[in-house]
């Protein structure tokens, strides 16, 4: 069993930045690569971001590439988010997950446990 705390969100005028933050517990933390994911009102879930178990290896999507950042401190069970240049598509409420395995991916189907979501809002 895992849980996941996300944190850091808010509303941010546009070109403003955000650091998302999710705490896990309950499970080795080093031990898998976790995700970040997205849901915007009417939209299915899409994918954001991704790290491997030691932070050496990341994926985004393309829409956030040059924008946003991944990264993990395993000492602290913390992954995190940085996020610049927001933009109004950026709004949505956002996810991190664990991965069922050592293997990264972009499809929610590699990732089984999930936490709550943090609501993060770019307006002026």
């Known amino acids: 069993q895992v849980q996941l705390v996300e944190s850091g969100g808010g509303l941010v005028q546009p070109g403003g930045s955000l650091r998302l933050s999710c705490a896990a517990s309950?499970?080795?933390?080093?031990?898998?690569?976790v995700g970040w994911f997205r849901q915007a009102p009417r939209k299915e879930r899409e994918f954001v971001a991704t790290?491997?178990?030691?932070?050496?290896?990341?994926i985004y999507a393309d829409s956030v590439q040059g924008r946003f950042a991944i990264s993990r401190d395993n000492a602290k069970n913390t992954v995190y988010l940085q996020m610049n240049s927001l933009k109004p598509e950026d709004t949505a409420l956002y996810y991190c997950?664990?991965?069922?395995?050592?293997?990264?991916?972009?499809?929610?189907?590699?990732?089984?446990?999930w936490g709550q979501g943090t609501q993060v809002t770019v307006s002026s």
């Open positions: 997950a664990t991965a069922r395995s050592i293997v990264m991916g972009t499809s929610v189907d590699v990732y089984d446990y």
């Open positions: 309950g499970r080795t933390f080093s031990t898998y690569a």
């Open positions: 790290i491997s178990r030691n932070g050496g290896a990341t």
